[in-house]
């Protein structure tokens, strides 16, 4: 599901803060929010944020977390992706 988001081969596309999106994004399709607390994936996106050299990002709320989060008129890059989530360039 996340490869939906963000196709292998285009990562380098994305910032921390549309990686952070993405994957809190995914876990919450799939339900982890009742059994997972989000906030303790912080310090990963920290390290990653770090890694990267660029800010913290902002966890987002569930009420944050939505699809439209995801389009071209919020920023997000728009890369095609193969039925296996391989990026297409």
């Given at each position: 599901m996340l490869s939906q988001r963000i196709p292998f081969g285009a990562e380098?596309?994305?910032n921390v803060q549309q990686i952070a999106d993405a994957t809190l994004y995914t876990l919450q399709?799939?339900?982890a929010r009742?059994?997972?607390d989000?906030?303790?994936?912080?310090t990963d996106f920290e390290l990653l944020a770090k890694a990267m050299k660029q800010p913290?990002?902002?966890l987002k709320t569930?009420?944050?977390?939505?699809g439209d989060l995801f389009t071209a008129a919020k920023g997000w890059p728009q890369v095609k992706s193969d039925n296996w989530g391989r990026a297409v360039f």
């Open positions: 380098h596309l994305f399709k799939l339900g009742d059994y997972l989000f906030a303790v994936l912080a913290m990002p902002t569930a009420a944050e977390l939505t």
